[in-house]
């Protein structure tokens, strides 16, 4: 039973989600700090369509007047048009309306959601001419007075209902959307609301590294009627006081496209377009000159990153440099003087311990405040929220404003069409004069921060800021204004825990470390000046526009390491193709070569060469003054590293750039062989001098056999070499014309070494025939004298 009856009330529910009385306002809420889903202004202006839609589509083009006097004449105007595929015969619309006041800001939200055929009461009805044909828009005017609605005369200032419903020819509604007038007497005793706008002047990131944007979006939103322009527009065609939250990060980007060409490449595209200079982007910045002279202003860090994520994954680094006096500058240049205030307003309004006492210490300081969302803060225990509280801090208590969660929201996210536009309109009224009726004998200050990213449609933002100046119930203020006045307490609800998954993921900030740590390397080499930098482009990747689009922001990622890993390759060695280098002895040095082809930036890193045998080859150290290079644009520098080898062989040498200071390697290095011969130009040298001493040898002996053969060929039986008699028996030792061991060579000394004159005989050495002793031979083959018995010689 209990089934049948959610079923009933399920099927009960459905017509209400079909008719979407409001459906401009049920959409999924953004993620916090996430960037609005846009419509395309140019659709028709009808409701937006759902999944779950209404026969008939209803749109306002026309409601008036803002402010409901007791003799006014009430009038709406607007569209509808056949959603279903075939005529409908008898549509009408008709007003509805409820004649009690809402009496409480969530009372007013419920009945935003209320369907316009559950008001209590019916007004005038027009019926469309003829049948409803499908996908044609049909336009209606109904029109009413005060007293028909039943509103007080004189009386208590109010909101009231009121509805328009489509309905068919059965007279069953088919079709709705429900919005509020606001009735204020001729004169009223209440205190009016101050309220101070924030105007966010932000967008999406365009570019990765500074010199190339991925696309040329931003172009569409500087154009005359883009979203950038009519913010600028808005704000300089009233004199509504404002504070402009301004990104630098934008500035900077318009600043380029002003400056000259520039280029666009697409992540993952092979070309690079090349646009001319931008003369929408130099004409708005100097209307955003003009509007902004008069108003106060503060940046957000550069880039607007994801605070949180950052904080929470420990990075600091990006932390500090977002906030980094030279990455703001640029707001100050462009807008011609310094910052007149330090606000602290994290990525959807949302801030956790850690990063709040971070920004207190950092950016806060003593006299700056934080610009929060009042949904993270609990009502005050006693009276109404006001803006102005305080927010405990490790570096103490600070000023902080609370800017109101559903004001902004419905400014954000329900003024992309013109129908949606013109329900934001009045809704905005109702809630402020909401909040005036709630106490009017109490002063209330409010805060309305679009989100950073706001989009309205054309003629909302402007209007919201006059409807802020010129309402009755309404005072224009400026945040330092309500920032003076008296701090009401409130108790901070913490950073809810479910919000992490709208912040960066672990992953992706894991490479996002990795691309600093390469980008840290490339510039510990660099000198000064420094022309090439990846401190903003490590920004513009971690920038909170991306919760929404992860995709994106991972091709952004990839394209930013990309051009990394491009630019340090541009210092580089120079090695042959084939990795090889020959060293032609056992010792020798061996040339390395190093490149900068960066684009105006020097470079200074030193040379690490290893070997990985060390065994067969050793190398040495280069002098202190070789070791560290400096490099130019553009210039090629070599440095010979002496080396041993032991042992002939191929060996691997490794080659890899540090940086000067530190040590640590800078790029991927490199890898080569060395071919060791273990023949040197010296051993080259002696090898070939002793080849020539060897030919002219046998050269020599060739000579001599060509004279013997010449001497033989005489008939008289010498050799050429001594006397032609043959000698008589001997003494087993080399006979004449024979050298000995150890005995010279007739030929070559000249000496005949049987000439004994001035020798005495050997007695001790008898021999035979004639010779028996030769004088001054040994049994060594020596030639000596043999100094006798007394001699001193002996």
Not at 209 to 236: H, K
Not at 556 to 576: E, I, N, Y
Request: aromatic share 6%.
């Amino acid at each position: 039973m209990r089934t049948i009856k959610r079923a009933v009330a399920l099927a009960a529910l459905l017509p209400c989600l079909a008719w979407a009385a409001n459906p401009v306002m049920a959409g999924t809420p953004a993620a916090p700090g996430a960037a609005p889903v846009r419509a395309n202004p140019g659709t028709a202006p009808l409701q937006p369509e759902a999944s779950a839609r209404a026969q008939v589509g209803i749109a306002l083009t026309e409601i008036g007047p803002q402010t409901v006097r007791a003799n006014s004449k009430i009038e709406l105007s607007g569209l509808v048009r056949n959603r279903t595929d075939a005529a409908l015969n008898g549509v009408s619309v008709r007003l509805r309306f409820a004649n009690r006041p809402v009496n409480s800001r969530s009372q007013l939200e419920q009945y935003s959601e209320t369907p316009a055929q559950q008001l209590p009461y019916t007004g005038p009805q027009q019926r469309l001419r003829g049948a409803a044909e499908p996908g044609v828009k049909y336009a209606w005017k109904l029109e009413t007075t005060a007293k028909a609605l039943r509103l007080p005369n004189g009386g208590t200032p109010g909101v009231y209902p009121v509805g328009v419903e489509v309905l068919n020819a059965a007279g069953v509604p088919v079709g709705g959307l429900t919005t509020f007038i606001t009735y204020m007497p001729e004169s009223t005793n209440f205190k009016p609301v101050s309220i101070g706008w924030v105007w966010p002047l932000a967008d999406e990131q365009h570019r990765t590294n500074d010199a190339t944007f991925i696309d040329d979006e931003l172009s569409e939103g500087l154009a005359a009627d883009g979203r950038l322009t009519r913010l600028v527009q808005a704000a300089e065609a009233t004199e509504t006081p404002i504070t402009w939250a301004v990104d630098p990060a934008l500035l900077d980007d318009v600043r380029r496209m002003a400056a000259g060409e520039y280029a666009v490449r697409a992540p993952g595209a092979d070309e690079t377009a090349r646009k001319p200079q931008s003369r929408a982007a130099a004409a708005w910045l100097k209307s955003l000159t003009s509007a902004a002279k008069d108003d106060p202003y503060f940046t957000l860090p550069y880039a607007d990153p994801d605070l949180l994520a950052l904080v929470r994954h420990k990075m600091p680094q990006q932390v500090r440099s977002a906030f980094a006096p030279q990455n703001l500058a640029v707001a100050s240049e462009v807008l011609g003087r310094a910052p007149d205030a330090r606000v602290a307003w994290p990525p959807g309004g949302s801030v956790g311990h850690d990063t709040a006492d971070w920004l207190a210490k950092n950016v806060v300081g003593d006299d700056g405040a934080f610009l929060l969302s009042s949904r993270h803060f609990q009502q005050p225990p006693q009276g109404y929220p006001n803006a102005a509280t305080t927010f405990e801090t490790s570096s103490g208590t600070k000023p902080t404003l609370l800017y109101d969660e559903t004001l902004s929201d419905i400014v954000t996210h329900d003024g992309d069409t013109l129908g949606s536009s013109l329900l934001t309109e009045q809704r905005f009224l109702a809630e402020t004069a909401m909040i005036a009726a709630e106490a009017p004998a109490l002063q209330r200050t409010v805060v309305v921060a679009p989100d950073r990213r706001w989009d309205p449609y054309p003629g909302l933002a402007e209007n919201l800021l006059e409807y802020t100046a010129g309402a009755d119930w309404l005072k224009e203020a400026s945040l330092d204004d309500i920032e003076k006045s008296e701090p009401q307490p409130r108790t901070w609800r913490n950073y809810p825990d479910h919000y992490e998954r709208y912040e960066l993921g672990e992953s992706y900030l894991k490479r996002v470390w990795s691309i600093a740590r390469r980008a840290e390397s490339l510039h510990s080499v660099m000198t000064e000046p420094y022309n090439l930098s990846y401190e903003k482009s490590l920004l513009r990747i971690v920038s909170s526009a991306w919760r929404a689009d992860s995709k994106d922001a991972k091709q952004a990622r990839v394209a930013l390491s990309d051009q990394l890993d491009r630019d340090m390759g541009r210092v580089r060695f120079l090695t042959p193709e084939s990795k090889r280098i020959n060293m032609t002895g056992s010792t020798g040095t061996l040339p390395v070569t190093i490149e900068n082809e960066l684009t105006g930036q020097a470079v200074r890193v030193r040379l690490v060469a290893t070997s990985e045998n060390t065994a067969k080859l050793q190398l040495g150290a280069l002098d202190p003054e070789q070791q560290i290079i400096e490099l130019q644009p553009g210039e090629r520098v070599t440095r010979w590293v002496p080396a041993q080898a032991y042992g002939n062989g191929i060996f691997r040498m490794n080659l890899q750039l540090v940086t000067p200071g530190t040590g640590r390697p800078f790029g991927d290095g490199e890898t080569v062989t060395v071919r060791a011969t273990g023949y040197g130009q010296i051993a080259l040298l002696i090898t070939g001098g002793g080849l020539a001493v060897l030919f002219v040898g046998v050269g020599v002996r060739a000579i001599r056999a060509r004279r013997r053969r010449k001497a033989e060929a005489a008939g008289d039986g010498s050799t050429g070499m001594g006397p032609g008699a043959t000698g008589g028996p001997g003494d087993g030792f080399p006979g004449p014309g024979f050298a000995g061991p150890g005995l010279p060579d007739p030929e070559l000394s000249g000496t005949s070494p049987w000439d004994g004159a001035g020798a005495e005989p050997d007695a001790a050495v008898p021999g035979p025939g004639p010779s028996a002793a030769e004088p001054g031979i040994s049994r060594s083959g020596a030639t000596r004298a043999d100094p006798g018995p007394g001699d001193p010689a002996r």
